[in-house]
């Protein structure tokens, strides 16, 4: 079947310290992988994707690799800002049928 | 703003009250989907549609009733609910299906349940 686990929180981290959540799946065949976020109040957004195996999703200083050996996408930054303060999800959606499939989500407080 | 508009943004109901939630996207999207987002759970999938057709439904209990009178527009009818519905119902949309590639979704805020 298909699943995502990502690390249990919550994460405190001091600004200007170096982030790491990590994510791994079961899926069949080869998924679409993504990080959400989602803002205190507010919806999921799309941080990151990445399509196939090596790809590198990037934005805003986050990024993360699709590892298919190891079946991770792990989330990273090398510097958080106390506006990073959110709860992030990893996903997956497989190449066929209708459903994304969601990790638990990890919450991350940054503080000054 | 991420153009998927969701109404009430909180909802307290008691157990055998009747009450709609409504979702509204202005993306152009084919695709609709309604999730509910519990503590330490991961999103679970509600229901899916897909051109106002019913593509998906989780095993969810007959209390939660969906309807989709077009491609913008999904609500989820509410019915005898019990406590443990309460929780952070979300609603998405999509170009396609999950399956497409590069596929994406948008959510919106979400509305905050709590059933007495």
């Known amino acids: 079947g298909n699943s995502v686990t990502q690390m249990e929180g919550p994460v405190t981290l001091s600004e200007e310290a170096f982030l790491t959540i990590n994510c791994t799946y079961t899926a069949t065949g080869y998924p679409s992988l993504f990080w959400y976020v989602q803002y205190p109040g507010e919806g999921l957004q799309l941080l990151l994707k990445a399509t196939k195996a090596d790809d590198k999703g990037s934005n805003k200083g986050f990024e993360a690799t699709y590892r298919k050996e190891t079946t991770s996408f792990h989330l990273e930054k090398g510097s958080v800002q106390v506006s990073d303060s959110a709860v992030y999800f990893c996903?997956?959606?497989?190449?066929?049928?209708?459903?994304?499939?969601f990790g638990t989500g990890t919450s991350l407080t940054v503080i000054p | 703003e991420t153009g998927v508009t969701q109404t009430p943004r909180h909802l307290v109901m008691g157990m055998t009250n009747k009450k709609s939630l409504k979702c509204e996207q202005h993306?152009?999207?084919?695709?609709m989907y309604w999730y509910k987002q519990s503590a330490k759970k991961p999103l679970e999938l509600m229901f899916v549609?897909?051109?106002?057709?019913?593509?998906e439904n989780n095993s969810v209990p007959s209390r939660f009733s969906p309807e989709c009178p077009n491609s913008s527009h999904l609500f989820l009818h509410l019915h005898t609910l019990q406590p443990e519905d309460s929780a952070l119902y979300l609603c998405a949309s999509s170009q396609d299906l999950a399956g497409a590639i590069q596929n994406i979704q948008y959510f919106g805020a979400g509305t905050r349940l709590s059933v007495l």
């Open positions: 996903a997956l959606t497989p190449n066929t049928g209708n459903q994304f499939y």
């Open positions: 993306l152009g999207h084919n695709a």
């Open positions: 549609y897909n051109f106002k057709e019913q593509t």
